[in-house]
Every structure is written in C-alpha cells, then in structure tokens.
C-alpha cells in the first residue's frame, strides 16, 4: 500500500471530540491535536474516501490563538485536549457542538442554545480523579494517566484540571519510599469530599485497585501510608468498599441536609456547576409543579430531584445502580422524606409499569419491573432525565405514551441527546436549551433542555 502523499492544511474549525477540521480538494481531514488556525503538515493519514483521520501532524504555523500550555504533560497526556485554546474560545466551540448535534442530528434548525455557563473555576475544579500507578522495587511511586491512544503512562507529578486537595495527596504520595517484594501495578482513586455537616474541612477518600491478582497483600501497605496523611478521611482497598459507612459528600448550605456518598460512587466532578444546575432545576420545576409529580430517570443518588421534595411534591427516581439507590433511600429517611422514594430498576421498566394500568406493556423487558406503589400512576407533571453518554432512546416509546407535561434533559453527549429530542419533536417543543461548562479544557460539555408538551 503506497504512502499517501504530504499535505499542507489550513484548519478551519473543531469537530465534536476535539478533532480539528480541514479541507482539501473536497476532502475532510479530522486532525488530533491542533486548533483552528494552524497551518500544519500532515504526511500520513487513514483515507477513508470522502473523509481522512490523522493522528500526527506537523505545525508549521501556529494559530494566532494558540497559547502557552499551563500544564507540562500536555503534550503526551491523553486527558485534556484544549489546553492551549483560550477559554472563552473554548465556550465559542461548544456552544457550537450543541447547535449543530440539534440541527444536523435532531433536525430542530430553530433549536439554537440561549446560553452557555462558563464553569467557576478554568483550572483545579475536578473534585475526583482515577490515576494509574505503580510501585517499583526501589521503592518509587510512579502516578499518572495514560498517554494519548494508548495504554503506556505518563508519569505526573499534578494534574492541573484536579482539586488543589487532591494535588497536595499527589503530592505527598510521590514523597514516599515503599519497599515491594516485585513491581506492582494499581488504580487510585481519589474523591473529595466536604464535611461541613460534621465541623470539618474537605477530605478524601482514596480507594486502591490491584491491577494483577495477588497484588492486594502488597498493595496494603500503600493503604497504610495514605491512612496517614491528614487529608485522607478513608483509604482502602477496593474489596473493602460494600461493609463501609455512608459519607457526608457535599454540605447542603442554608442550613439544609448534607448529601451522602460512598467511595467510588458516581458524583459530578464540577461541584459548583452541579449546584448551579440544581438551582435552574428547583427554579424550573417550582414554577411548572409546585405540587405535583416528578419522576426521575437515571437519577443515581437524588442528586437533581432529592432537593425538589418539597411539602405536597411527590418525588419517584429510578437507577440501575443498587448502591446509588441504597445513599438515594438513606438520605430520604435521614431527612425524614414521606414524598420521595427510589427505585432499583432499568428506566425503560419503571415507565413501562407506571403507564400499566392505562395500556398493556410494549414488550418484555430485560429487567423486570418491580412493584411500584398505587401511587405511582397517572400524569407526570415533570420529568428528569440525566442518561448516560448513550442517551435514552429505549424510554422514548413510553414517554410518548405517558405523555410528561414537562421533560428536563440533562446530557453529557449533545449527539445522542439531539436524536432523543428530535424522537419527541412531534410531541414536544424545546422550550429551553442551556449549556454548562463542566470540563473546561476538554472538549465535553453538559446541556440541559426543557420540552414542553404541544397539545396537553
């Protein structure tokens, strides 16, 4: 197979996942690493006919835009994409992603996004991280994250997207000497978590993966050494997570409850884009059900919905994860919630068995829907929806049917996102489309959209 021949490119715009576009004599270039306005070199790629991929390129002349790099890894680490693109740059292109997914994939060419809210902090706002690591027989900490389309590591000494908090455990945790009988390979996961509710500043809990089996005896001693940082509130091993206590994750302010977690348990990274999203949430909700029904799909630990339990609001979530919905029902009874119940069921089912006593099930289900109480029936006021990465295509049927007067959409992905609400365009009209930094310095934005039914 001949080489293909080099190629000078003028990059003209950014695709959604990073890739910078060119054109070429009507053919699409997607190029990694660079930005709009680089000239570069690109001396081989995939053809794959009316469109090519390069993974390297040459920059022959930066663009005007392009600035210095705050993070020294940026180069190999494959975390963050957008480093050396100014922020508000950044903002520009992602309010754009959520525009095109809409129009191109949804079909909504009036669908446009009203605002995109930039994230608090730029730098040093992830408040969880996963590094892999190993420990050598010198006695050497090795931590880091894999190198771009690979699987080798990237040694770090911080990461310039995590918590000054979680830097400073990095940090002491290279300082160490740990002694090994052979090389060892793990995961590290570390979570921040505050706990106002008890008097005290943030802390983390670090939990440890062996990576190879057999690994765990040796790995407990890295155990021990973080038990003994002052800023580590748990440390442990994987297989130690099921026998432990729930954890005060994030303090509620104004004097409300705190919410709960547990190591490793699913929580947004950007805490005060979290918040930010809730407060549209209650605002949007009051004012459509200040007492009536929602329902909350994919609803993980109540974050959206366990603050809408207000006197008279009947609050039912549905998630697949068990453990989720265990700290969702602990935190109901430890608020002592009458309104508010979680279920441990596939979202597609519960829908299917609130809309059962109006019309037969569409079809059986892989998870079998579980008893739902008598109340749970009849019209949804408002409905939560924050679906995984592969959207929700499997509730659109039921929706349709069940006919929500109002569904919030919360998404990580604007693609699978736009072809859900262009399933319900017919039913439903977008009302609101909001955008939410929650990763700045990558390419990945979250977007919130309010439908509202044609003909209630």
């Known amino acids: 197979m001949m080489k293909p021949t080099a190629i000078n490119l003028t990059v003209t715009g950014l695709a959604y996942k990073g890739q910078g576009i060119a054109h070429h004599l009507g053919?699409?270039?997607?190029?990694?690493?660079?930005?709009?306005?680089?000239?570069?070199?690109?001396?081989?790629?995939?053809?794959?006919?009316?469109?090519?991929?390069?993974?390297?390129?040459?920059?022959?002349?930066?663009?005007?835009?392009?600035?210095?790099?705050?993070?020294?890894?940026?180069?190999?680490?494959?975390?963050?994409?957008?480093?050396?693109?100014?922020?508000?740059?950044?903002?520009?292109?992602?309010?754009?992603?959520?525009?095109?997914?809409?129009?191109?994939?949804?079909?909504?060419?009036?669908?446009t996004v009203d605002e995109l809210r930039p994230s608090p902090l730029q730098l040093h706002y992830r408040n969880r991280i996963m590094l892999r690591g190993q420990l050598s027989a010198d006695g050497s900490i090795t931590l880091g994250y894999f190198r771009k389309k690979s699987r080798d590591l990237v040694p770090i000494s911080r990461c310039m997207i995590a918590t000054p908090l979680l830097n400073q455990v990095l940090e002491r945790l290279l300082e160490q000497r740990l002694l090994t009988e052979r090389a060892v390979k793990f995961r590290l996961n570390l979570q921040v978590v505050e706990l106002f509710a008890e008097g005290q500043q943030a802390s983390v809990l670090a939990t440890v993966h062996p990576v190879e089996a057999g690994t765990a005896t040796i790995l407990q001693g890295l155990v021990s050494v973080l038990q003994g940082?002052?800023?580590?509130?748990?440390?442990?091993?994987?297989?130690?997570?099921?026998?432990?206590?729930?954890?005060?994750?994030?303090?509620?302010?104004?004097?409300?409850?705190?919410?709960?977690?547990?190591?490793?348990?699913?929580?947004?990274?950007?805490?005060?884009?979290?918040?930010?999203?809730?407060?549209?949430?209650?605002?949007?909700?009051?004012?459509?059900?200040?007492?009536?029904?929602?329902?909350?799909?994919?609803?993980?630990?109540?974050?959206?919905?366990?603050?809408?339990?207000?006197?008279?609001?009947?609050?039912?979530?549905?998630?697949?994860?068990?453990?989720?919905?265990?700290?969702?029902?602990?935190?109901?009874?430890?608020?002592?919630?009458?309104?508010?119940?979680?279920?441990?069921?596939?979202?597609?089912?519960?829908l299917e068995a609130w809309g059962r006593h109006r019309a037969p099930p569409l079809k059986k289900r892989r998870h079998s829907p579980q008893s739902l109480p008598a109340e749970a029936q009849g019209l949804i006021e408002v409905l939560i929806a924050d679906p995984p990465r592969a959207g929700m295509k499997e509730c659109l049927p039921h929706l349709l049917r069940l006919r929500p007067r109002k569904i919030i959409y919360l998404s990580c992905d604007p693609i699978t996102m736009a072809r859900d609400i262009g399933k319900l365009g017919e039913a439903y009209e977008v009302e609101l489309l909001r955008g939410f930094d929650f990763f700045p310095q990558t390419y990945h934005v979250e977007t919130l959209a309010v439908l509202t039914l044609r003909h209630p």
């Not at 994919?298 to 994860?321: D, K, P, Y």
């Open 229 to 350: 940082f002052a800023e580590v509130l748990w440390s442990g091993l994987h297989e130690e997570l099921k026998t432990l206590r729930l954890i005060p994750f994030e303090g509620g302010g104004d004097n409300q409850a705190p919410f709960y977690t547990a190591p490793e348990q699913f929580q947004q990274v950007n805490l005060g884009q979290n918040r930010a999203v809730r407060h549209l949430l209650s605002q949007l909700v009051d004012n459509v059900a200040p007492r009536g029904t929602v329902v909350d799909l994919f609803c993980g630990t109540g974050n959206l919905s366990l603050g809408l339990a207000q006197a008279g609001r009947r609050i039912f979530g549905v998630e697949l994860n068990a453990q989720a919905i265990k700290i969702a029902n602990f935190m109901v009874a430890g608020r002592g919630l009458t309104n508010a119940q979680y279920f441990h069921m596939s979202a597609d089912s519960f």
């Open 27 to 111: 053919k699409v270039f997607f190029i990694d690493d660079v930005l709009p306005g680089d000239q570069i070199l690109v001396e081989d790629y995939l053809d794959h006919g009316s469109w090519a991929e390069a993974s390297e390129s040459t920059l022959v002349s930066p663009a005007s835009i392009r600035q210095p790099s705050p993070c020294a890894y940026s180069d190999t680490c494959g975390g963050c994409q957008w480093l050396e693109l100014p922020y508000a740059e950044q903002q520009r292109w992602k309010a754009g992603f959520i525009n095109d997914a809409m129009q191109r994939v949804g079909k909504l060419s009036a669908c």
